[in-house]
């Protein structure tokens, strides 16, 4: 009895890398699919399938990147190297972010800019992704240096900064038809690396709960030191600029974002308080 359990359990366990391929292969379809795609009845549903697949694939590929070191065996090297396809996914949805659309006339299709957005945002705040199995974290480079693996928050994060303080070299205009200021778009960066960083957006914060997502925003939890270091930065020179303009909106929103940031990368003490 114990040797059938024995051989149902290794059965089963070479099925998950040949199952992880499938689903790999399958998101990297499906991402291929946006390129270049513009009717947004399509953009929309494409969007919607991959957070989709984000919500039911994420936690299975999570499941298999937490063997510990001391059980890894040729078999777990195999399933922990199928990784989930997230690179590509941003590679295929950033060239529509942000969203510049405005419905015709008489749409009878009902799609907005908004619907777009939300889409949109829902696939680039990727939640639940597991990053660095105990293989990947154990990598270096030729300088005996841990690399730091490209994943969909970094990603993301750095697409909003330039939103935010775009680069000299890029050419970048608000995502507007003129009746947004670039105030106003520059807000709308800190919303967006709010929800990324956060989980949830600046304006949902009630009353005095004094941060944004808690201690569960684990989406900041999963960012690497070189990009805080790049998004505090970000943050200081656009601050001191929106002060010295006398842009209370956007100074406000940077000092909210940055104390909740800060607050939720504090240590939790209250487990071992009780």
Do not use: W
Not at 93 to 118: C, E, S, W
Not at 183 to 202: F, G, N, R, W, Y
Not at 215 to 221: F, I, Q
Not at 237 to 246: F, G, L, N, P, Y
């Amino acid at each position: 009895h114990l040797h059938s359990l024995s051989s149902t359990k290794d059965a089963s366990q070479c099925r998950i890398p040949s199952l992880l391929k499938s689903m790999s292969s399958f998101t990297s379809l499906v991402s291929s699919c946006m390129h270049g795609e513009t009717d947004p009845r399509c953009i929309l549903q494409l969007l919607h399938l991959l957070n989709k697949i984000q919500q039911t694939m994420l936690p299975i590929y999570g499941q298999n990147s937490n063997i510990s070191s001391e059980r890894v065996t040729e078999m777990d090297i195999d399933t922990l190297e199928v990784t989930f396809p997230s690179i590509e996914i941003f590679d295929a949805v950033a060239p529509y972010y942000p969203v510049q659309f405005t419905p015709p006339k008489n749409d009878p299709h009902g799609i907005t800019r908004g619907m777009l957005q939300d889409a949109l945002m829902a696939v680039l705040c990727e939640k639940g992704a597991s990053y660095k199995s105990q293989i990947t974290a154990l990598q270096k480079d030729d300088g005996g240096h841990v690399e730091e693996k490209e994943t969909m928050v970094i990603l993301a994060g750095q697409m909003f900064l330039e939103r935010l303080e775009p680069p000299k070299s890029l050419e970048y205009d608000p995502p507007s038809d003129g009746s947004e200021s670039d105030t106003e778009d520059k807000v709308d960066a800190i919303q967006d690396l709010s929800s990324l960083l956060l989980q949830q957006p600046l304006s949902s914060q009630n009353g005095d709960s004094g941060v944004l997502g808690g201690k569960n925003a684990l989406n900041v939890t999963r960012a690497t030191p070189a990009f805080f270091s790049s998004l505090s930065s970000s943050l200081a020179r656009v601050h001191e600029t929106a002060v010295s303009s006398d842009k209370k909106s956007l100074a406000s929103a940077i000092r909210k974002f940055s104390s909740s940031v800060a607050y939720a990368l504090e240590p939790d003490t209250s487990s071992s308080k009780s």
